[in-house]
């Protein structure tokens, strides 16, 4: 179990990854977003509340990072497909695979409040109220949020069945 903060924050660095593919939809600007944050979190982690949870805290470092970095650009990078969807083609089956992939396409087709509050709270699994935190929004918004992602999730992928 790691006990020291820079410990801590190498475990954490998966799960930053993965939420920084969601905000960024793109591996490339996940890993730079990745690398800002623990950056940041390293150089100020004398602003970190005591009691405050790390993941919650670097959740929310990675996401006003990626608005700082949508705000310089100016406008947004279309990805239509991730580049890295075929990475595990021969490790799992072909349907599990087939699975991940409508998955991530119906992910990137949520809008953007919808996708992050998904990825937050049923990928992540932060709490509710962690992650309310991290958006900056009230517990309601947040499961209003995370309510309409499931269902426009569950719509895209019953349509993309039905026509298979």
């Known amino acids: 179990m790691p006990h ?17 593919r969601n ?6 600007d996940a890993d730079d977003l ?15 509340q005591p009691d405050q949870r790390l993941d919650g805290w670097m959740f929310k470092i990675v996401r006003n990072a990626w608005i700082d970095e949508m ?8 990805i239509f497909v991730d580049s890295e969807a075929g990475e595990h083609v ?15 396409a119906a ?9 992050i509050a998904v990825s937050l709270v ?10 309310a935190a ?7 918004t947040l499961t209003s949020r995370l309510a309409r992602g499931r269902e426009t999730l569950q719509a895209l992928l019953s349509d993309e069945g039905d026509t298979a």
């Open 107 to 115: 992910m990137l087709r949520l809008p953007d409040d919808q996708r």
């Open 23 to 28: 905000l960024t939809r793109s591996p490339h």
């Open 134 to 140: 991290v958006l900056e929004v009230p517990i309601g």
């Open 4 to 20: 020291t903060f820079h410990e801590e924050l190498v475990a954490l660095l998966p799960r930053l990854r993965r939420f920084a």
């Open 71 to 78: 705000r310089s650009r100016g406008r947004r990078d279309k």
């Open 90 to 104: 021969g490790i799992e089956t072909i349907e599990r695979q087939t699975t991940l992939m409508s998955v991530q």
């Open 34 to 48: 990745v690398q800002i944050a623990v950056e940041r979190a390293i150089t100020r982690a004398d602003q970190r």
């Open 122 to 131: 049923l990928i992540e699994g932060l709490p509710y109220k962690e992650a």
